[in-house]
T-cell receptor, first 115, second 115 residues
């Protein structure tokens, strides 16, 4: 079946450090890939997405590139801030004709940024 | 604010009891998705409704049921509750039956504690 594997957390970094959160996937067909972020006490919000191979999604200084050859969608940010502390979820969507319509999520990676 | 409203925010109940979680989707959204977030299993898809009809089922227990009403709000009913049902339950909505070119918008969740 379809699945997403994220690097296990928690991840703790100092402010202005470089961030990478790894995400790999297994899917039939050509999935769309997403990163969602969950701030404390809130629901998930879409951070960025990519719908086809070699697409780069970006938002708020975060980037991720859809790599079909390595089935990966790693999240990166060049200089993190305390306000980036949150839980980050990688997710995929397989086009409907391959199965049920839903997003499949990874287990989430908790990120804490220390001033 | 995502526009998705979930009530109640917190629910504490005893084993064997039954509870109802409520979700109002964003204005104009016809699809409602339910997800369960637990510490050991991450975010698990439960069920998807579109315009009052069930469209897809995920890992939803037989003790759980859901429906979507004509005004498009949805309820998730959990019965014969067990300790392991303690989790954060999220509702998400989107405009159409598919997620093509659209995004899931999440509510802030209902935290269920079974004692």
């Amino acid at each position: 079946g379809n699945s997403v594997t994220q690097m296990e957390g928690p991840v703790t970094l100092s402010e202005e450090a470089f961030l990478t959160i790894n995400c790999t996937y297994t899917a039939t067909g050509y999935p769309s890939l997403f990163w969602y972020v969950q701030y404390p006490g809130e629901g998930l919000q879409l951070l960025l997405k990519a719908t086809k191979a070699d697409d780069k999604g970006s938002n708020k200084g975060f980037e991720a590139t859809y790599r079909k050859e390595t089935t990966s969608f790693h999240l990166e940010k060049g200089s993190v801030q305390v306000s980036d502390s949150a839980v980050y979820f990688c997710a995929l969507r397989v086009p409907r004709f391959f199965g049920n319509e839903k997003l499949t999520f990874g287990t989430g990676t908790r990120l804490t940024i220390i001033p | 604010d995502s526009g998705v409203t979930q009530t109640p925010k917190h629910l504490i109940t005893a084993t064997g009891q039954r509870v109802t979680l409520r979700c109002s989707p964003r204005s104009g959204d016809l699809s409602v998705y339910w997800y369960q977030q637990s510490l050991d299993q991450g975010l698990q898809f439960l069920i998807h409704y579109y315009n009052g009809e069930e469209r897809a089922k995920g890992n939803i227990l037989e003790r759980f049921s859901a429906q979507q009403f004509p005004d498009l709000h949805s309820e998730l009913n959990l019965s014969s509750l067990e300790l392991g049902d303690s989790a954060l339950y999220f509702c998400a909505s989107s405009p159409r039956v598919t997620l093509e070119d659209s995004t899931l918008h999440f509510g802030n969740g209902t935290r269920l504690t079974v004692t």
